[in-house]
């Protein structure tokens, strides 16, 4: 992880803990609440074309010392995401992209790789 990052902890293990996608709820109008609400506190911070929502949830379960980190291929225009071992080279040389904020701090819980090219603004390519 970059050293501007350094004060943010990644915790994958926080995946186990989601529901699979087919048993995550369908969204509700209390859902739509928060989210204009969400939308009203990154507008009062002029943030709201940095940040956005996602819907918290997981495909497979990843094991205590992984991260998923996520791919992008500008030229084919594809994006992907591979557990990766949390102390490999490929994730300690990332840029997070996906925070649970249930903690007091923010949690990684996504990361996105970097090549020896950078990481380009649109992601680097894998």
């Known amino acids: 992880m970059s050293a501007q990052n350094a004060a943010l902890a990644i915790q994958p293990m926080q995946w186990g803990r989601l529901d699979d996608l087919h048993d995550t709820a369908p969204l509700g109008q209390d ?7 969400v939308r009203e506190v990154l507008m009062k911070f002029n943030k709201v074309e940095r940040f956005a929502l996602h819907l918290v949830h997981k495909h497979f379960d990843l094991a205590d010392d992984e991260v998923l980190v996520e ?7 594809e994006q992907y995401f591979k557990p990766e071992k949390a102390d490999s080279e490929i994730a300690r040389d990332t840029i997070p992209t996906t925070w649970m904020l249930k903690d007091m701090e923010p949690s990684v819980i996504c990361v996105c790789a ?12 894998a």
């Open 31 to 37: 859902d739509f609440e928060c989210m204009r609400a």
């Open 114 to 125: 970097k090549t020896e090219n950078g990481h380009q603004a649109r992601h680097a390519e």
């Open 71 to 77: 791919y992008s291929n500008a030229n084919t225009r």
